[in-house]
C-alpha cells in the first residue's frame, strides 16, 4: 500500500493550493482519508476528514470555512483544496487512511500514512 501525496508548493497569503493523495494497492472506498499536518516545532495535528462514504466531511476550527475536503473512490484520491491561505497554515501536510469511522482527529487510528508534501505560505 502507497499513499503518495501531491500539490504543495509556495504561496502568498490569501492564495488557494490543492492538494491530492493518491492511494494505491488496494480500494479504500470503505476507509476514511484524512489530512493530518505538522508546522516546524510543533506536533503534527487534524486538518480534515472524509468518512468512508464521503458523506460526512470533518474540520478543524482552525481551517473551516476556508478548506474543503473531497475525495473520488474510483481513483482512490483525496483532495484538499485550501483557499484563503495564512502563514500559519504553513506545514508539511500528510494524507491518512484508515478504518475510521469515529475520532478522525486521532491520528493513532489510522493504518497509512504518506510521505507528506510541503506548503508554504508567504505573507
Known amino acids: 500500500v502507497q499513499l503518495q501525496a501531491c500539490g504543495g508548493g509556495l504561496v502568498q497569503a490569501g492564495g488557494s493550493l490543492r492538494i491530492s493523495c493518491a492511494a494505491s494497492g488496494r480500494s479504500f472506498s470503505s476507509y476514511a482519508m484524512s489530512w493530518f499536518r505538522q508546522a516546524p516545532g510543533k506536533e503534527r495535528e487534524f486538518v480534515s476528514a472524509?468518512?468512508?462514504?464521503?458523506?460526512?466531511?470533518y474540520y478543524a476550527d482552525s481551517v473551516k470555512g476556508r478548506f474543503t475536503i473531497s475525495r473520488d473512490n474510483a481513483k482512490n484520491t483525496v483532495y484538499l483544496q485550501m483557499n484563503s491561505l495564512k502563514p500559519e497554515d504553513t506545514a508539511v501536510y500528510y494524507c491518512?487512511?484508515?478504518?475510521?469511522?469515529?475520532?478522525?482527529?486521532?491520528?493513532?487510528?489510522?493504518?497509512?500514512w504518506g510521505q507528506g508534501t510541503e506548503v508554504t505560505v508567504s505573507s
Open positions: 472524509s468518512s468512508w462514504a464521503a458523506s460526512n466531511a
Open positions: 491518512a487512511v484508515g478504518p475510521v469511522y469515529s475520532s478522525y482527529d486521532s491520528p493513532f487510528a489510522y493504518n497509512y
